[in-house]
């Protein structure tokens, strides 16, 4: 079973795909390190609140939506 961490990376990695864009394009656009988006859309990383809202507006969408199941 998919860990919270895997199944909200999964979801930006979707959702990122979607729009277009590349990993370093999406951390330029929410101004975080490149090494956090790979890291966060591999499920190895505790994405912080803070962190999950500006990839959140990146994205165009609400954070509420990056942890929908």
């Given at each position: 079973?998919?860990?919270?961490y895997?199944?909200?990376?999964?979801?930006?990695r979707?959702?990122?795909?979607?729009k277009?864009?590349?990993?370093?394009?999406?951390?330029?656009?929410?101004?975080?390190?490149?090494?956090?988006?790979?890291?966060?859309?591999?499920?190895?990383?505790?994405?912080?609140?803070?962190?999950?809202?500006?990839?959140?507006?990146?994205?165009?969408?609400?954070?509420?939506?990056?942890?929908?199941?």
């Amino acid at each position: 079973m998919a860990t919270i961490y895997e199944k909200t990376g999964d979801k930006i990695r979707k959702l990122r795909k979607q729009k277009g864009l590349t990993q370093e394009e999406l951390a330029d656009l929410a101004k975080v390190d490149p090494k956090s988006i790979i890291s966060i859309e591999a499920g190895k990383r505790n994405v912080t609140l803070k962190t999950l809202k500006k990839i959140a507006l990146a994205l165009d969408i609400q954070p509420s939506v990056l942890l929908e199941s």
